[in-house]
T-cell receptor
Framework: DAKTTQPNSMESNEEEPVHLPCNHS???????IHWYRQLPSQGPEYVIHGLTSNVNNRMASLAIAEDRKSSTLILHRATLRDAAVYYCILSTSGTYKYIFGTGTRLKVLA | DAGITQSPRYKITETGRQVTLMCHQT?????MFWYRQDLGHGLRLIYYSAAADITDKGEVPDGYVVSRSKTENFPLTLESATRSQTSVYFC?????????????FGPGTRLTVT
């Protein structure tokens, strides 16, 4: 199973954009890139996912490198409520398995 | 309540006892999953189910048993609890194959085995 590498922690100021990086150099052509976040004492929450093209939704944007070996989750204006652990996960079409890493703990400063 | 619920939310049990964690979802999602999360780690898949009466092992299935007689329920049983099974357990469901769809997670059950 392909794995991802993320920084352990990041900090951001409130109302500023946040770019959370993820490396997945062994990604295969059929692997989707998912981002989830986990707020304190809660279950993970879906943020966004994509395959090849950049994706936008109401929560965030996902920028995928042309070679797909890395991706970046973009929170356009961080709020205190965005403080969480963010997980970058790969899943292969036809399988049921998410391989969670340890994620990036995002701290948002007021 | 709509959504995905887990019970109990907290459980303390003794080594060797049987424990069942319950998971219920109201969306009629086909796919359901059980994960465990240990302190300082990400989630690891224990078992998953593609439909009623169809289950399969994940990364860490040893010591656990699942069943799925109804689409909406997916109980997880620890047949003989051990201290190493002290963890937070999350149930999740999905309406589509994993790669294309999002998973919805429950609030978790914190299990302590003494």
């Amino acid at each position: 199973d392909a794995k991802t590498t993320q920084p352990n922690s990041m900090e951001s100021n409130e109302e500023e954009p946040v770019h959370l990086p993820c490396n997945h150099s062994t990604i295969s052509g059929t692997d989707y890139i998912h981002w989830y976040r986990q707020l304190p004492s809660q279950g993970p929450e879906y943020v966004i996912h994509g395959l090849t093209s950049n994706v936008n939704n109401r929560m965030a944007s996902l920028a995928i490198a042309e070679d797909r070996k890395s991706s970046t989750l973009i929170l356009h204006r961080a709020t205190l409520r965005d403080a969480a652990v963010y997980y970058c996960i790969l899943s292969t079409s036809g399988t049921y398995k998410y391989i969670f890493g340890t994620g990036t703990r995002l701290k948002v400063l007021a | 309540d709509a959504g995905i619920t887990q019970s109990p939310r907290y459980k303390i049990t003794e080594t060797g006892r049987q424990v069942t964690l319950m998971c219920h979802q109201t969306w009629s999602h086909s796919y359901m999953f059980w994960y465990r999360q240990d302190l300082g780690h990400g989630l690891r898949l224990i078992y998953y189910s593609a439909a009623a009466d169809i289950t399969d092992k994940g990364e860490v299935p040893d010591g656990y048993v699942v069943s799925r007689s109804k689409t909406e329920n997916f109980p997880l049983t620890l047949e003989s609890a051990t201290r190493s099974q002290t963890s937070v357990y999350f149930c999740a469901s999905s309406e589509s194959r994993l790669a294309r769809g999002e998973q919805y997670f429950g609030p978790g059950t914190r299990l302590t085995v003494t």
